[in-house]
């Protein structure tokens, strides 16, 4: 969609971007994120595009670093940085603690009306962050980059595909890319988020569940440049649970009596038509012999009502907190062009 560096930019609509990034008190127009975790060379590039893409756009915005416990001199690197790029701001973390708490802490610190958030790798293109604010004024609440032609090895792009139609097919929001880097968000959509251990990868899809528009735009992707990938093999296996995670406390938090249950009558509902046979069985023949498919049926009668208490657990404690900070309001002025 844009180019690389030295090419062309995107063609955005500078006055969406201007109604877009309008702010009130206590606000600026926009914050950009960068989650970084050894990211010592890579840096100092970022910070001068990332200067000149938002100086063409508004002269009000921060860009904000999240050292996620870099070992490689990342928090010295960022100290000098921030002497030469006075709208840069730094938070540094004692230890890694992983993407997911970079962008929470992030999130939380954010001033931005728009918050945009960027890896610091590379890979991603600065010039295509007018264009993703832009979109927003289209009354979207999230925009999601899509690296159509994704810069990586064939392992990683395969698994990739893989990664996103499941979560198409699971989460019912059709985007290609769920866990590209580069996204813009309104500071309402970053300030509702609960983000922790690996969630980073369905931010859109925990947007989508709250009521939230969510969308998408193509964004150039780059070859990375220096470092290396910091997300191993297990990304595979954590990505999955985490679906799982994402599906149950989306749709069943608010009433975890109506999964559970149902787990429980299909157990309680088995078990008992298994010991109603044996029931049959010893009035016909009035003898019945210990078998394994009796303690079998014992078994699913009792895991069934240990579903059921759980369920009413989750009500009990659903019961005694406050829900209401899940419902989200929309803005009646808000800008609903599509």
Not at 237 to 257: A, H, I, K, Y
Not at 318 to 326: E, P, Y
Request: aromatic share 8%.
């Amino acid at each position: 969609m844009s180019g690389a560096e030295g090419s062309t930019p995107v063609r955005f609509d500078p006055e969406r971007v201007r109604t877009v990034l309008a702010h009130g008190p206590g606000e600026c127009a926009v914050t950009v994120l960068v989650p970084a975790y050894n990211e010592i060379d890579s840096l100092p590039s970022l910070a001068e595009r990332l200067e000149s893409v938002l100086d063409r756009v508004t002269t009000d915005y921060e860009i904000l670093v999240v050292d996620d416990g870099s070992d490689d001199g990342t928090r010295g690197e960022l100290r000098r940085l921030r002497t030469e790029h006075t709208r840069l701001r730094s938070i540094s973390f004692l230890r890694n603690y992983g993407k997911s708490a970079a962008l929470a802490v992030g999130f939380r610190e954010a001033r931005g009306r728009v918050v945009v958030t960027i890896d610091a790798d590379l890979q991603d293109d600065p010039e295509e962050i007018p264009a993703l604010i832009a979109e927003l004024g289209k009354g979207w609440d999230l925009v999601s980059g899509w690296k159509q032609q994704r810069k990586d090895p064939l392992v990683k792009t395969s698994t990739s595909k893989l990664f996103n139609a499941v979560t198409r097919r699971v989460s019912g929001l059709h985007l290609h890319d769920f866990n590209c880097g580069l996204k813009a968000y309104r500071s309402r959509v970053t300030r509702s988020l609960r983000v922790y251990g690996e969630l980073h990868r369905y931010l859109p899809v925990m947007a989508h569940v709250q009521g939230f528009r969510v969308t998408e735009l193509p964004v150039r992707h780059h070859e990375r440049r220096f470092g290396v990938t910091k997300f191993g093999r297990s990304r595979f296996v954590n990505g999955l649970l985490d679906l799982l995670t994402v599906v149950f406390l989306t749709r069943q938090r608010t009433s975890p009596l109506h999964f559970f249950g149902r787990l429980g009558l299909l157990f309680g509902g088995v078990g008992t038509l298994v010991l109603a046979w044996f029931l049959g069985v010893w009035i016909v023949e009035q003898a019945l012999r210990l078998r394994p498919m009796l303690l079998f049926g014992v078994a699913l009668v009792l895991v069934g009502v240990q579903f059921v208490s759980l369920g009413l657990l989750g009500e009990l404690f659903v019961a005694t907190r406050d829900t209401t900070s899940q419902y989200q309001v929309r803005d009646e002025d808000e800008d609903d062009e599509r």
